[in-house]
């Protein structure tokens, strides 16, 4: 039976570190799923059952634990980086910035909350322990990464600070839910009045979302004057798919002429139609598009994927569908949203084009996009890893920081998280194709969650338990709890009775502030609409951003 004793205690062996990593893992996740009070803690029970194991002696060697603990972050975080790439920049768009600065608010008074904390208790609480619960009340996992990074810079020997987490994850996610309970008292919000107001604001505010309208031209001034003319007089972009002249219907492109009388189907943003309307003539309600009398050729409407990595990163315009396929793009579906067809619109892989025009001339068109969705099935391993070469490398660079005696690094996390945000983002200029699929994204990102929380839990588990039960635990928990919840209620009561936000887009934007899923789900139960995930998509990567970077330059600036 020597054997079971080498798998199960040689902390050498990769066989024993293989089954260790195996068990934590498989057992975190599964006691994950359980729910206390309707909240589960999910995939970050993995470090629980991490420090159970390590407290009773199971371990590995500390070079491998260290190893698979580095690549786990650095996948878990370039795969966020990838994630929130696209949306990163948009963000700050229109109502976007007041929602961020919000946001901005939060992490700040989170920081400031920690601080007050650590010099009112005089040296009792070490700083890398207080930024260990500081990410722990925030529920952000990424920037425990990020400051344990740090702290292996500055060759650290005190304790771990996964043991400050752990004490205030728990309570830091119930404190998120608390806080949203406590601003709906203070504030005296009207669930039912909330829900009717964001009703209201769907049907007044049309978004650049596709709209189609069937028009008969009757502006005399466009008589003779083809499509591009209009286009450039009326300077609102519109598709027109479809148009019937003499009785006969066509596909148009730049150059087909208008006549009074002409029916015309367009395609163009929602907010732009009442321009057209008044330009080219009035709405037309009883127009056949699909009658085949009209027809030369039939005409049909097909998605058509892109999968060709050639096609990354050009616009619209730059392809002429209309004028070289006679063919017209109307709308184009990214990730599950509808956008509309505008010639500057950059298409990137992944993206389906909905296509209007003659069978044969759709095949032309099918052909040059690609088509071919066993393309997608296999994720761009090339992009992943020339993306994390990169942002260890920029990780690596020395920045220098007037008052500072050594310079400072962004690290293992910093580093490839500034990077996968730029490639998510323009990765398309320099021909990198970033198109994963969400399940291969979602896949690699839990892979690199879950090593990395398995060997912060198996290194820290030794001293845990004594360190709640003799040390400073219970003061950690109540430490983390004044983090998560007086900046929460400050800046929420900021954002209802200052800038009037709906308390649904200020659930999503609380539960964003803090990148935490349980909150988000809490608000997505109560709410019942799509307000929730609209505020924690805004806020959430810039907060993920500030989250890491705070947490890494807090321990390198102060410690």
Known sequence: MNWVQDLLTNPNSIAHIVALYSFVIAA??????????????????????????????????????????????????????????????????????????????????????????YYALQGRVELPMMVGILCGAVTNTPGLGAANEALQQLSYQGPEIAMGYACAYPLGVMGIILSLIVIRFICRVNLTQESEEIQRGEEANPHLKPYTISLRVENTALNGKNLLQVQTFLARDFVCTRIIQEG????????????????????????????????????????????????????????ILITQPNINGKTLGEL??????????????????????????????????????????????????????????????????????????????????PGMPTPVKLGLAGGPLIISILIGRFGHKVKLVTYTTMSANLMLREVGLVLFLASVGIKAGENFVQTVVEGDGLLYVGIGFLITFIPLVIIGMVARWHHKINYYTLMGLIAGSNTDPPALAYANQVSGNDAPAVGYSTVYPLTMFLRILTAQLLILLLA
């Not at 163009?268 to 003539?281: H, K, Q, R, T």
């Not at 037309?284 to 039939?298: L, R």
């Not at 956008?339 to 500057?344: E, G, I, M, P, S």
């Not at 950059?346 to 003659?358: A, E, I, S």
Request: proline share 4%.
């Open 248 to 303: 006969h219907m066509n596909t148009p492109n730049a150059n087909t002429v208008l006549h009074i009388g002409d029916l015309m189907f367009i395609v163009c943003a929602e907010d732009d139609s009442e321009a057209i309307m008044a330009f080219i003539g009035p709405k037309v309600e009883d127009v056949n598009w699909n009658d085949p009398s009209y027809q030369e050729k039939p005409m049909v409407s097909r998605r």
């Open 28 to 117: 975190g996740v599964l006691l994950g799923k359980i729910k206390f009070f309707g909240i589960s803690l999910g995939v970050t029970f993995v470090l629980f059952v991490g420090i159970l194991v390590g407290h009773f002696g199971f371990t590995g060697n500390p070079s491998i634990l260290s190893f698979l603990q580095d690549f786990g972050l650095i996948l878990f975080v370039f795969c966020i980086g990838l994630q929130v790439g696209p949306s990163f920049f948009s963000s700050f768009k229109k109502g976007g910035i007041a929602m961020n600065l919000l946001a901005v608010g939060i992490v700040a008074l989170n920081i400031t909350v920690a601080l007050v904390m």
């Open 320 to 401: 002429h569908f209309s004028s070289m396929y006679g063919v017209n793009v109307t709308r184009v579906n990214r990730s599950g949203m509808d956008l509309f067809a505008a010639r500057q619109l950059t298409l990137q892989v992944g993206d389906r084009v909905m296509v209007v025009g003659p069978q044969d001339a759709i095949e032309r068109v099918a052909n040059l996009l690609g088509n071919q969705l066993k393309r997608l099935d296999h994720p761009n391993i090339v992009t992943i890893f020339i993306g994390i070469l990169c942002g260890i490398l920029f990780g690596s660079l020395p920045i220098a920081i």
